[in-house]
């Protein structure tokens, strides 16, 4: 069974940058397509990113200009830059794989997922 795990989330001021990173074992990330999501209080889970196999890339409107999603197979994770933070960003971060390489927004479509990291963003 895959495992993913997040990790980097904290606590940071409005303005400021946190660098999410998401680490897979069971299998790689090659060749597959993966995501970053979000649920903050009383919502539902949204989309947040997501890269191909190929690199192309994925953004929220929410998001766009703000947030970098890259992947590094040779130490097989995804990473989230998350730069110009606001408290509107405050959510449980989860990182989520499919078992195929074509880009999705929809959680749906998503096979493993890990246990999310928090991610606090104070004015």
């Known amino acids: 069974q895959v495992r993913l795990v997040e990790s980097g989330g904290g606590l940071v001021q409005a303005g400021g940058s946190l660098r999410l990173s998401c680490a897979a074992s069971g299998r790689t990330f090659s060749n597959y397509a993966t995501g970053w999501f979000r649920q903050a209080p009383g919502k539902e889970r949204e989309f947040v990113a997501a890269?191909?196999?190929?690199?192309?890339?994925i953004y929220a409107d929410s998001v766009k200009g703000r947030f970098t999603i890259s992947r590094d197979n040779t130490k097989n994770t995804v990473n989230l830059q998350m730069n110009s933070l606001k408290p509107e960003d405050t959510a449980v971060y989860y990182c989520a794989a499919k078992k195929d390489y074509v880009l999705s927004y929809k959680g749906e479509d998503y096979d493993y997922w890990g246990q999310g990291t928090q991610v606090t963003v104070s004015s």
């Open positions: 890269i191909s196999w190929i690199t192309s890339t």
